[in-house]
């Protein structure tokens, strides 16, 4: 299991879990379990660094703490709580080689692409998967097991029941957190981690609920929201912080209405989260669509994410490259089912694909998990099911990126967008490359209106300027096949597909 209780060897990038029960007294009963009852506890790692942990209550009288397990060897641990019997405990645990890749990070060599905490490249093929955890949603397992198939690497979900309320993660009365709803979050979470490790989970706590947003400056309860949030899962290496969703971020002297959040409360949030935060989960936010991102330059934030619709040509994901160093993603485009393109399998093939070479990510969007499931085409729901009930067709390309990946041992690493190289028509060429190897998408669209196009017949072709001796290979991101190998001399070099439709055009120098 990569979410350990009770044991003493957890596997390296794992989760170590104490669980511990409280043995509270009548007088301790009084006061509150999850507000008044402190319980912190204090890593010690093999090499002597220290990261102090927040616990949380889990009900029945048991308090657990979790840690990422993020350096092999000995590891102990000492309690620290307001309570005696939860006060001044101590063990240890220890830390042994797994095969499990680990937290998001920035790739040390390129600060737009993400690494696993192993130093592997991370893949960015994202989904909206909103109600994931949500406890009224039938088909959750069937959904990621079906994601890992389909080649997904990072899904977008949100705490809510109700799109635009986060009431259910509180009791009735609003007086205290509903711990069973938790559970239930918790399950499905340890689950995705237990099964498919990979997959990268960005957790929305507040989602779309603006009232709880500007309820946050002064309700101490809206405040724990984060602060559970991040006791229960900032431990988990599948696990990165999204604040809110589709909010419309103004400015501070701004009147409220409607989805509008003052940029400062966003900042707030954001700031009290990554001052907690103890094992260095990334953090960003998303808003509102074609209003970019209003928080490049703030400390706290790990990610640029966008809204947009329609970048096949990627244009905006290069034009923040030039204002952040960090990774920039177009997380919401068109869904499969809201604002639909006419040719969703190629839509979305040729989204991520010129995401990938702009030197960005893009997430796909497929049924409609923004509300709950209805058997038809809303909630979550499992990919190939939806597939073979005609529902989805969208995403049926993204284990050829895995493919092309692998087949040819590339990441996107150090590589430079040039679309100028293969003469600046993003909308049907993309190029990105090193000195040494070249990557075109000819992405071929019969038409000028990305909501409409579809791959053209005519055979593409494209003209460069080869500085050496270069090997050419054609792949066809449509069946995941390659075709065909050709020397280059050095020169200007006409190269034509093999056939209709789009095509990824591979240079490496020999």
């Known amino acids: 299991m990569n979410l350990t209780q009770g044991t003493q060897h957890v596997p390296h990038y794992g989760v170590f879990e104490l669980s511990l029960g409280a043995n509270l007294t009548e007088e301790e009963d009084t006061r509150h379990p999850i507000f008044e009852i402190a319980f912190t506890v204090v890593f010690t790692r093999p090499d002597g660094s220290t990261v102090t942990a927040e616990g949380f209550y889990d009900g029945h009288e048991t308090y657990k703490c979790r840690a990422y397990a993020d350096a092999l060897g000995e590891w102990q641990w000492k309690t620290q709580s307001n309570t005696p019997f939860l006060n001044d405990q ?18 040390p060599d390129d600060p737009y692409q993400f690494a696993y905490d192993n130093g592997e490249w991370f893949l960015h093929i994202g989904d909206t998967g909103y109600r994931y955890v949500t406890d009224i949603e039938p088909e959750w397992k069937a959904y990621i097991d079906q994601a890992a198939t389909a080649g997904f690497t990072k899904i977008r979900t949100w705490f809510n029941r109700g799109r ?15 711990l069973p709803y938790w559970q239930e979050i918790d399950r499905r979470m340890t689950y995705a981690l237990n099964t498919h490790p990979n997959i990268m989970f960005k957790l929305i706590p507040y989602g779309e609920d603006t009232q709880e947003l500007l309820r946050y400056e002064n309700d101490t309860l809206t405040q724990w929201v984060a602060r559970y949030a991040q006791a229960r899962f900032s431990a988990f290496p599948n696990v990165h912080w999204c604040v809110s969703n589709d909010r419309e971020i103004v400015p501070n002297d701004a009147a409220l209405s409607g989805r509008k959040i003052h940029e400062s409360m966003i900042d707030r949030i954001a700031k009290d989260m990554a001052a907690r935060e103890p094992w260095g989960t990334l953090l960003t936010n998303h808003q509102l669509r074609w209003s970019g991102y209003s928080f490049c330059d703030a400390e706290w934030s790990d990610i640029v994410t966008l809204e947009d619709l329609d970048q096949v040509h990627g244009e905006l994901i290069l034009e923040y490259r030039k204002k952040v160093n960090v990774p920039v993603i177009n997380d919401e485009d068109r869904y499969e089912h809201y604002r639909p393109p006419e040719h969703p399998r190629y839509f979305f093939r040729r989204l991520m694909w010129a995401s990938l070479l702009s030197g960005g990510h893009t997430t796909y969007c497929g049924t409609v998990t923004f509300e709950a499931y209805d058997g038809k085409l809303r909630g979550m729901q499992g990919y190939y099911d939806a597939a073979h009930a005609g529902k989805l067709d969208g995403f049926q ?7 092309f990946f692998n087949d040819t041992g590339l990441t996107l690493v150090g590589f430079e967008p040039d679309d100028a190289y293969v003469g600046n028509r993003p909308t049907h060429r993309k190029c ?51 075709q065909g190998a050709a020397e280059l001399s050095a020169g200007m070099q006409t190269l034509v597909a093999p056939d209709g439709g789009d095509w990824l055009l591979l240079l490496r120098r020999k």
Do not use: M
């Open 432 to 482: 990105t490359h090193t000195d040494d190897t070249i990557i075109i998408y000819l992405a071929n669209p019969d038409g000028d209106e990305p909501e409409k196009d579809n791959t053209s017949d005519l055979v593409p072709d494209v003209t460069v300027h080869i500085d050496g001796d270069f090997v050419a290979r054609w792949f066809n991101p449509q069946t995941g096949l390659w």
């Open 397 to 403: 390309d993204f284990l050829y990126l895995h493919t």
């Open 164 to 178: 635009y309320d986060v009431q259910a993660l509180y009791n009735p009365e609003r007086t205290t957190l509903n």
């Open 90 to 107: 101590t063990g240890a645990f220890i830390v042994v080689s797994s095969n499990l890749k680990g937290q998001l990070k920035h790739h």
